[in-house]
């Protein structure tokens, strides 16, 4: 790239602190973040061939890929770099992306399963400002708060698992789809924040040089 506005894709299993690197990535390099579900909603009553994305949404159904996609690359097309969490979700949709524009980077959070079970599982909700907590690393100071906090039905150990499966299933092809083109570097992520953010920048910086 001939600027510094990186054109990126974060990926990592659900627990890997995607949105928090995000949120980095967007304040340090001035970028969009942009999220499927996010492009979903904002788009919502966009036209394709196969419908609208709110269709789908107000029946409840998944969005069909080529809407996925169409939604996607819209957002993209008006954003001066960009980092995409939560995209591609599978290879066809990889293929589609890279039809459509250059990336410079696929970073990868690695993260333990035993850990990412651990951040999962300790999650806590507040049910009236929709905060999220952990048991172990982030609980508010006020006990009233902390006696209303729950735990989401997909943070329970058995859905987590379920989820680690499936993301692990669909992913496995991105990662080799990206792989064969050079453009994945791994990041451990079972680290601080602060750590991850470091080694992240810096690999962020090396393929803005290399591009």
């Excluded at 290879?91 to 035993?114: F, H, K, M, P, W």
């Amino acid at each position: 790239m001939s600027d510094s506005n990186p054109r990126l894709v974060l990926m990592g299993p659900p627990g890997a602190g995607k949105g928090t690197q995000s949120e980095n990535i967007v304040e340090e390099y001035d970028v969009e973040h942009i999220t499927t579900g996010d492009a979903l909603r904002a788009n919502k009553d966009i036209e394709t061939e196969y419908g609208t994305p709110r269709e789908y949404m107000e029946a409840g159904e998944l969005v069909p890929d080529p809407v996925v996609n169409e939604i996607v690359v819209t957002a993209l097309a008006d954003a001066d770099g960009f980092v995409l969490d939560g995209y591609p979700r599978n290879e066809s949709q990889a293929e589609y992306l890279d039809s459509q524009t250059d990336l410079d980077l696929i970073a990868l959070l690695e993260v333990g399963r035993e850990e990412l079970v651990h951040r999962l599982t300790g999650r806590r909700v507040d049910p009236e400002t929709g905060e999220n907590y952990h048991v172990e690393y982030n609980m508010p100071d006020d006990p009233e708060v902390r006696d209303r906090l729950v735990q989401r039905d997909d943070d329970t150990e058995e859905t987590v698992q379920e989820r680690l499966e499936v993301y692990e299933e669909n992913t496995a092809p991105v990662i080799d789809f990206y792989e064969e083109r050079g453009l994945v570097e791994r990041v451990d992520g079972d680290r601080s924040p602060d750590e991850v953010w470091e080694d992240l920048d810096a690999t962020i910086e090396v393929a803005l040089d290399d591009g």
